[in-house]
């Protein structure tokens, strides 16, 4: 049974760690806008371990004008989606995607933005997520599409 809880930026390290940041320094998996008042994290448990992480930072991003004049705080960028790799393939990801949305939907957010791998772009099509650029390579972790969901 996968439980779903509202956590701290510091308890998705291990799982981010392993998972996004393999052999890199733990420090690296802090991200920017960890800790403010807007963002929030979700973290999958399976007894007491976690064993998935998604984060959520209020962001605009400018492809999601093309789309309509959306409001900075109508916008949500996901961050740091990751299941640890025992537990892949078993509805994790999506379960905690899921719970990311309707908490989105709760709060009146339109639209989700954010950068996906390559490897996991065909997880985030089956949620419904449309891809929004080109490929483009980001330092360190790799080529990356930009993805957009209007809720
Ligand atoms: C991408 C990731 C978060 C998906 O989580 P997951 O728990 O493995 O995915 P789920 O088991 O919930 O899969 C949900 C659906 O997507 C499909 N899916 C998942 N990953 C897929 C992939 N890489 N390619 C194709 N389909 C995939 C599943 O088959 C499943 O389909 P179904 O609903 O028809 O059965 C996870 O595999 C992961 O952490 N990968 C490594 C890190 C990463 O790439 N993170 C994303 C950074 S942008």
Redesign the pocket.
């Known amino acids: 049974m996968i439980d779903i809880q509202t956590v701290t930026a510091r308890e998705t390290f291990p ?1 981010r760690h392993p ?2 940041r393999n052999g890199r320094p733990l420090e690296d998996c802090h991200f920017s806008g960890d800790e403010l008042g807007t963002t929030f994290h979700l973290g999958a448990f399976e007894k007491d371990k976690i064993i ?1 992480v ?1 984060t959520c930072l209020m962001n605009k991003d400018v492809h999601l004008e093309k789309i309509a004049a959306f409001q900075l705080h109508q916008c949500y960028q ?1 961050r ?6 025992s ?11 899921k719970k990311a949305e309707q908490l989105l939907k709760e709060k009146n957010i339109r639209a989700i933005w ?4 390559i ?6 099509e ?2 419904g997520y449309k891809i929004a650029s080109g490929v483009f390579v980001i330092p360190n972790v790799g080529d ?1 599409f930009k993805m957009i969901k209007v809720l």
């Open positions: 799982v998972v996004l998935g998604i996901l740091g989606m990751a299941v640890l790799e537990m892949q393939g078993k509805g994790v990801g999506k379960k905690l995607l954010f950068h996906a791998r490897a996991a772009v065909p997880f985030y089956k949620m990356h």
